[in-house]
Structures are given as structure tokens and as C-alpha cells.
């Protein structure tokens, strides 16, 4: 176990309500449940945003959020803390891109590019979701991605298929 805290991005999404919530209320017991986790701390949440599925178009939108973090948790640790959250919201897995209560993702982890079997950081479609872009932006526009900043990134300002939930 380190002591040094790495600033952390996690995307969350949720389109199903079940007998533990709505979308909304899985993505605030997630946050919950990460602000109360001792190996985290200077937790800050992006607005939420409703967008579009990326799979199959017969499933409600999604609701998403990026939430940084500090946490001295190592990178497959912290994997295993999304899928513990995704498993307390009852998560179950119907099929590829589907609908889901709860979708907790590693984004970034500092700076590091990982590429292991059970994780890939930055998160493998970074690039290609404004849903998870878009909020990262808000959160920290100075962000560096791969060498790049991400206020470069065209799909960092694009809100095709988002909608801000107030």
C-alpha cells in the first residue's frame, strides 16, 4: 500500500433504474461509497450529462459523470473497487454495450498508460466518447492525455447526443 495519492479520473454511467434507484440515484450512492473509501479523498464530480446509447439505440439514454480523485490505491485495486460499486448497484451484464444501473470505468490513472489484460488506461474509447470528454473537460481543461491536452481533443467540445441535466 503506497502513500502517494495519484489524481484519478473514473467515468460513471447508469440508464437503469432498479429496486436500488433510479440512474441518477446509482451514480450518487457510487459517489457516496468513493468519498467514504479511506484510500480516497479530494473527490470532485462533473454536472451530469444524459446522452445517447453508444450500442443498441432500444435502450433509455444513459446519464453520465466524471469524477477525479486522489487515491492511493494501486491501478488493478482500484479496477476492483469500480466492479465491487457496479456489483452494490446490481449490475448485471445482458449484453455488449447494453443497458446498465451502474458503469464505474478508470479513465485516466495520473499518467500512466497501462495495457494489461483486465485494464487498459487511458480507458480504451476515451477518444472517441464526448460523454466522457466533454465532462472531463469541465472538470479539468488543463488535462494532459498521452502528451496531448485535452482541450485539443475536437470531441472535448462537441455535445452532439448530450444534454446537461440541471
Not at 459517489?31 to 467514504?36: D, K, W
Request: glycine letters at 6%.
Amino acid at each position: 500500500m503506497s502513500n502517494h495519492w495519484t489524481t484519478c479520473y473514473l467515468g460513471l454511467g447508469s440508464n437503469l433504474a432498479n429496486e436500488l434507484g433510479s440512474p441518477i440515484e446509482h451514480l450518487q450512492q457510487a459517489l457516496l461509497s468513493l468519498e467514504q473509501h479511506q484510500d480516497i479523498r479530494e473527490l470532485r464530480v462533473s454536472s451530469y450529462y444524459a446522452s445517447a446509447p453508444m450500442g443498441p439505440q432500444d435502450q433509455p439514454d444513459f446519464i453520465n459523470a466524471v469524477v477525479e480523485i486522489k487515491t492511493t490505491l494501486a491501478p488493478l485495486a482500484l479496477l476492483a473497487l469500480c466492479q465491487e460499486l457496479e456489483k452494490q448497484a446490481q449490475r448485471e451484464r445482458v449484453r455488449r454495450w447494453g443497458e446498465r444501473s451502474l458503469d464505474v470505468d478508470i479513465l485516466l490513472y495520473g499518467q500512466q498508460q497501462i495495457d494489461e489484460p483486465a485494464l487498459i488506461v487511458p480507458h480504451a474509447g476515451l477518444h472517441e466518447r464526448n460523454f466522457m470528454l466533454v465532462p472531463l473537460r469541465e472538470l479539468a481543461p488543463e488535462l494532459m492525455i498521452k502528451g496531448q491536452p485535452l482541450s485539443a481533443h475536437p470531441l472535448s467540445a462537441d455535445w452532439s447526443g448530450l444534454k446537461l441535466i440541471e
